[in-house]
T-cell receptor, first 111, second 112 residues
Framework: GQNIDQPTEMTATEGAIVQINCTYQTSGFNGLFWYQQHAGEAPTFLSY????GLEEKGRFSSFLSRSKGYSYLLLKELQMKDSASYLCAVKGEGTASKLTFGTGTRLQVTL | DVKVTQSSRYLVKRTGEKVFLECVQDMDHENMFWYRQDPGLGLRLIYFSYDVKMKEKGDIPEGYSVSREKKERFSLILESASTNQTSMYLC???????????FGDGTRLSIL
């Protein structure tokens, strides 16, 4: 099975940098996804890591260490609109790109 | 852009009713998924399908069934609705491999 841990809530200031961590223990691993979900809306895809290292996409970056079962999402130059939940999801081996999600980290960006 | 459409945003049903939640995707994706999302529990997979007429149980299939008669449509069925099935239900589809899942807007279902 899969076990995924991420902090429940975080608060950060507009313009700052925040790092959201995700640790996982899995019986198989075939990639890790990060999603953003604003309240009352659908999750939207942010990033995908399958190899160790950093993937950068504008203000957002995601890092993976497979040997440590660890990933983080880095958000730079925070904006008020970044206030949302951030979901870490691990893709196991086998059919149909099945994902197991963490419970999500609610980020509050303040002035 | 991928479009995943769920038939209702809000639905209120009574205990014991048979409830159908419909999901349609327009990108010819093989894989489709049904999740429920509850506070503190995150997204939990109910059922998924990797081809027409194929289905597999997810982590919490009890009390639910699914139907996939056409590639673009994946239906979730609550055979006899109960109050503990009050939740947000999210449908998703994907191409597979490294491609992400794309989600519909969700159906907030209340069972009274």
């Amino acid at each position: 099975g899969q076990n995924i841990d991420q902090p429940t809530e975080m608060t950060a200031t507009e313009g700052a940098i925040v790092q959201i961590n995700c640790t996982y223990q899995t019986s198989g691993f075939n990639g890790l996804f990060w999603y953003q979900q604003h309240a009352g809306e659908a999750p939207t895809f942010l990033s995908y890591n399958v190899l160790d290292g950093l993937e950068e996409k504008g203000r957002f970056s995601s890092f993976l260490s497979r040997s440590k079962g660890y990933s983080y999402l880095l958000l730079k130059e925070l904006q008020m609109k970044d206030s949302a939940s951030y979901l870490c999801a691990v893709k196991g081996e086998g059919t149909a790109s099945k994902l197991t999600f963490g419970t999500g980290t609610r980020l509050q960006v303040t002035l | 852009d991928v479009k995943v459409t769920q038939s209702s945003r809000y639905l209120v049903k009574r205990t014991g009713e048979k409830v159908f939640l419909e999901c349609v995707q327009d990108m010819d994706h093989e894989n489709m998924f049904w999740y429920r999302q509850d506070p503190g529990l995150g997204l939990r997979l109910i059922y998924f399908s990797y081809d027409v007429k194929m289905k597999e149980k997810g982590d919490i299939p009890e009390g639910y069934s699914v139907s996939r008669e056409k590639k673009e449509r994946f239906s979730l069925i609550l055979e006899s609705a109960s109050t503990n099935q009050t939740s947000m239900y999210l449908c998703a589809s994907s191409l597979g491999g490294p491609e992400p899942q794309h989600f519909g807007d969700g159906t907030r279902l209340s069972i009274l």
